[in-house]
């Protein structure tokens, strides 16, 4: 079971940029498929993106072209960088990791980290 630590959240101004960082301890991070995930309140948690064991990528629409996901297998650490914010983008964001095939569902992710708060000002 691996166990996963998000950083980096915080408070920025609508066209501001941050850097989520998650880091992976207590299984093999290179086995398992990273995704990303985020929960404003009131909504349901909803899919943002996820990168694959070679490094394939996916993303909801709403963020293509303003955010990335890699991942640096030697660090154990899966990173979300993320452009041009939007007061939309206020949310909790979590990392989370599954093994099989790479899924853009919360349900078939079985380890989550604790979340970092995005807060986005207009």
């Known amino acids: 079971q691996v166990q996963l630590v998000e950083s980096g959240g915080g408070l920025v101004q609508a066209g501001g940029s941050l850097r989520l960082s998650c880091i992976a301890s207590?299984?093999?991070?290179?086995?398992?498929?990273m995704g990303w995930f985020r929960q404003a309140p009131g909504k349901e948690r909803e899919f943002v993106c996820a990168?694959?064991?070679?490094?394939?990528?996916f993303y909801v629409d709403s963020v293509k072209g303003r955010f990335t996901i890699s991942r640096d297998n030697a660090k154990n650490t899966v990173y979300l960088q993320m452009n041009s914010l939007k007061p939309e983008d206020t949310a909790v964001y979590y990392c989370?990791?599954?093994?099989?095939?790479?899924?853009?569902?919360?349900?078939?992710?079985?380890?989550w980290g604790q979340g970092t708060q995005v807060t986005v000002s207009s």
């Open positions: 207590g299984g093999t991070f290179s086995t398992y498929h």
């Open positions: 990168i694959s064991l070679s490094g394939g990528t």
């Open positions: 989370a990791a599954r093994w099989g095939m790479m899924s853009t569902s919360s349900l078939e992710y079985g380890n």
